[in-house]
C-alpha cells in the first residue's frame, strides 16, 4: 500500500507553469498523483509519465472543457482542482489604472477560479468525491495601496472559495483556499526592490514565504487528511493576518 497521499489521484494544476505552479506540481507528483498543467505559457517541462501539459485560457469555458477531455482521456477522473492562474497587474493607484488592465487583472485571478470551479466541479459532484484549493492572497483581506485590481481579485476568490464550500458541502467536494503573504517566486520578480521592502516590514516573521511552504499547505488541503474543512482560508502570512 502506498504511503503517498495523494497516490493516484489526478489533479489540475492551473497556472502551473510559473514559480509557485511549478512548486505545487513537484510537491503533487512526489505525492504520488498524476497532475495536468493547465496554462497559456509555455511547460518548461514536456508531457509525460504523471504530467500532462496542456496549453489554456482557464478564463474561457471552451478551453477549459477541451483540456479536461484531453485529461479525462489520458488520466481519467479528475479529483482535485488547484486555482493558481494568475496575474499581479499595475502597480498604480485606482484613479490611475485603466478600465482594460482591470479586467484583465479580475479575469485572470477571478474569472478564471469561476470557470474551471463550473467546469471541472461536475465530474467531483458525480463522483461524491473532490478538493478544490483557490490560491487567493492575504491582499485579499486587507486591500493594498497601490494594487487594487489585484487585491480586489484575491478577495473575490475568497468569498467564492465560501460561497462555493457552502453550495457543495453536503457532496463530498471540498473548496478552500490559501492567502499566502509575498512568495518569493514568480510575481515577486515584477516588484521593485523599494516595495518589496515595504512588504517585509508588515510580515512579523521578517521573511517572505516560500514555493515549497504554499505547496505544502496545498497538498494537505488536497488530500484525505483534510476532511472536515470546506470554505476555508489558510494563511500562510508569516503572522502578518490577524483573522
Same mark, same amino acid.
Given at each position: 500500500?502506498?504511503?503517498?497521499?495523494?497516490?493516484?489521484?489526478?489533479?489540475?494544476?492551473?497556472?502551473?507553469?510559473?514559480?509557485?505552479? *511549478?512548486?505545487?506540481?513537484?510537491?503533487?507528483?512526489?505525492?504520488?498523483?498524476?497532475?495536468?498543467?493547465?496554462?497559456?505559457?509555455?511547460?518548461?517541462?514536456?508531457?509525460?509519465?504523471?504530467?500532462?501539459?496542456?496549453?489554456?485560457?482557464?478564463?474561457?469555458?471552451?478551453?477549459?472543457?477541451?483540456?479536461?477531455?484531453?485529461?479525462?482521456?489520458?488520466?481519467?477522473?479528475?479529483?482535485?482542482?488547484?486555482?493558481?492562474?494568475?496575474?499581479?497587474?499595475?502597480?498604480?493607484?485606482?484613479?490611475?489604472?485603466?478600465?482594460?488592465?482591470?479586467?484583465?487583472?479580475?479575469?485572470?485571478?477571478?474569472?478564471?477560479?469561476?470557470?474551471?470551479?463550473?467546469?471541472?466541479?461536475?465530474?467531483?459532484?458525480?463522483?461524491?468525491?473532490?478538493?478544490?484549493?483557490? &490560491?487567493?492572497?492575504?491582499?485579499?483581506?486587507?486591500?493594498?495601496?497601490?494594487?487594487?485590481?489585484?487585491?480586489?481579485?484575491?478577495?473575490?476568490?475568497?468569498?467564492?472559495?465560501?460561497?462555493?464550500?457552502?453550495?457543495?458541502?453536503?457532496?463530498?467536494?471540498?473548496?478552500?483556499?490559501?492567502?499566502?503573504?509575498?512568495?518569493?517566486?514568480?510575481?515577486?520578480?515584477?516588484?521593485?526592490?523599494? *516595495?518589496?521592502?515595504?512588504?517585509?516590514?508588515?510580515?512579523?516573521?521578517?521573511?517572505?514565504?516560500?514555493?515549497?511552504? &504554499?505547496?505544502?499547505?496545498?497538498?494537505?488541503?488536497?488530500?484525505?487528511?483534510?476532511?472536515?474543512?470546506?470554505?476555508?482560508?489558510?494563511?500562510?502570512?508569516?503572522?502578518?493576518?490577524?483573522?
Amino acid at each position: 500500500m502506498s504511503t503517498k497521499a495523494l497516490a493516484g489521484k489526478v489533479a489540475v494544476v492551473t497556472g502551473g507553469n510559473g514559480g509557485l505552479g *511549478r512548486a505545487i506540481v513537484r510537491r503533487f507528483i512526489s505525492e504520488g498523483a498524476y497532475v495536468a498543467v493547465l496554462d497559456l505559457a509555455p511547460p518548461e517541462k514536456t508531457s509525460g509519465g504523471s504530467l500532462l501539459s496542456i496549453r489554456c485560457d482557464v478564463t474561457k469555458p471552451e478551453s477549459v472543457k477541451r483540456s479536461l477531455a484531453q485529461i479525462r482521456q489520458t488520466f481519467g477522473t479528475v479529483q482535485i482542482l488547484v486555482n493558481n492562474a494568475g496575474v499581479l497587474g499595475p502597480v498604480a493607484t485606482v484613479a490611475e489604472i485603466n478600465v482594460a488592465a482591470w479586467r484583465r487583472v479580475i479575469d485572470a485571478n477571478l474569472t478564471s477560479t469561476f470557470v474551471c470551479c463550473k467546469v471541472l466541479a461536475a465530474d467531483m459532484i458525480r463522483a461524491s468525491y473532490g478538493r478544490i484549493v483557490n &490560491v487567493a492572497s492575504i491582499q485579499g483581506k486587507e486591500g493594498t495601496a497601490l494594487a487594487g485590481p489585484y487585491a480586489a481579485s484575491k478577495a473575490g476568490v475568497i468569498a467564492l472559495t465560501k460561497t462555493l464550500g457552502k453550495e457543495l458541502a453536503t457532496t463530498g467536494v471540498l473548496v478552500n483556499c490559501v492567502t499566502p503573504a509575498a512568495v518569493n517566486a514568480g510575481m515577486f520578480d515584477q516588484i521593485s526592490a523599494e *516595495r518589496r521592502a515595504d512588504i517585509l516590514r508588515r510580515i512579523p516573521m521578517e521573511r517572505f514565504c516560500s514555493v515549497d511552504e &504554499v505547496a505544502a499547505m496545498v497538498a494537505w488541503l488536497a488530500g484525505d487528511e483534510c476532511s472536515f474543512s470546506t470554505g476555508a482560508v489558510f494563511d500562510l502570512s508569516g503572522g502578518r493576518s490577524a483573522y
